[in-house]
């Protein structure tokens, strides 16, 4: 397939700057694949869609201020963007994405203001490995929210870059299909007969890397790790149709349903003609053109009723990206 297939126009004025207020209050585009159509409700609506025996199924992961700037010894700036604790084997050594990277070499020594950070050893493509006495410590003493490039940092966004439920510290960016939940959502929610189960994947440059290839088809998926607790298995497993609250959410379930391990790290890239095993409904924001997110809901909702779907959204101005509006995909992919 050739990225190409995943543009889109959107005007600039589109791209959401500052989370709904209150939360709920997005917007919800609900689009019935089996029946081809597109209707538009609010996102507190989002129980009237949900059924007794539904499991809806949140990502528990929380966002560290992962974003550091570093000075070289010359003075250059360099920012990492903390990706991944490489746990204590490692000796408390994390992988980063480093911009520029160009000039950086082994063992050069950084400085986070007057804290050191060295990268010890370059994993290809701006990621290194860094060592310091506590880079945990630094990331709480130093970070910043790490906000996609389209949003303007404040305190108001940084403070919104999160969900009601994040509790598993670990990513270095949102599950923002999330954003939308209020506690009297998910009340609502477990009200209307779903009941909620709870996995985490920790987002890292997996999931936002931009799609460089020709084919999508070339194009590797970073791993993330995720966890699949034994109570969220169950009611999986128990239920009539399993509802994923973002894309994060379901590749964790693709890849449990398709390896059967609890805990691991997910490489899957899902795009058209992917077949699907455990999802049958899906919630998702309005993602960036030519990238893997997009691709998944194609896969999910097929290509023309999805490229229809963004053309109305772009018609009716909708709100897109991270802090923008939502989509509810019914009725999609293809259950084996």
């Known amino acids: 397939m050739l990225v190409s297939r995943l543009d889109y126009g959107l005007p600039e004025e589109l791209i959401a700057q500052r989370p709904a207020e209150p939360r709920d209050a997005s917007r919800l585009m609900v689009v019935d694949v089996a029946r081809n159509s597109i209707a538009h409700h609010t996102f507190r609506d989002l129980p009237a869609f949900l059924r ?55 063992g050069l020594a950084l400085s986070v203001e007057g804290e050191p950070v060295t990268l010890t050893r370059s994993l290809g493509e701006g990621h290194w490995i860094v060592s310091g006495p506590d ?10 929210m790490p906000l996609p490039p389209y949003i303007d940092p404040t305190p108001e966004t940084e403070e919104r870059y999160q969900t009601v439920y994040a509790r598993n510290e670990g990513s270095a960016a949102a599950p923002t299909a999330g954003f939308h939940f209020t506690q009297k959502v998910l009340d609502d929610a477990e009200r209307a007969g779903a009941k909620i189960a709870r996995i985490t994947l920790h ?62 790290d997910s490489e899957l890239f899902v795009y058209p003609g992917y077949r699907w095993l455990a999802v049958d409904a899906l919630l998702t924001n309005f993602h960036l053109p030519r990238s893997t997110l997009l691709a998944m809901v194609m896969s999910f909702g097929g290509e023309d009723l999805v490229r229809k779907a963004y053309a109305t959204a772009v018609r009716e101005r909708y709100r897109f990206y991270s802090f923008g509006d939502a989509m509810l995909l019914l009725n999609g992919g293809r259950r084996i």
């Open 52 to 106: 007794t025996g539904d499991a809806l199924v949140l990502n528990e992961t929380k966002v560290l201020p992962a974003r550091i700037e570093a000075r070289k010894p010359t003075g250059g700036v360099v920012e990492l963007l903390f990706l991944r604790d490489l746990g204590p084997d490692e000796g408390g050594a994390w992988e980063v994405l480093a911009r520029p990277s160009k000039r950086l070499r082994s």
């Open 135 to 144: 880079l945990t410590g630094l990331l709480r003493r130093r970070g910043r």
């Open 203 to 264: 987002v890292g440059v997996g999931t936002f890397m931009p799609v460089r290839t020709e084919r999508l088809e070339e194009h590797t998926m970073h791993a993330e790790h995720y966890s699949v607790p034994y109570e969220a298995a169950e009611v999986v497993r128990g239920a009539r149709r399993v509802v994923a609250a973002g894309t994060t959410v379901a590749r964790t379930l693709e890849t449990w349903a398709a390896t059967g391990e609890p805990e691991g």
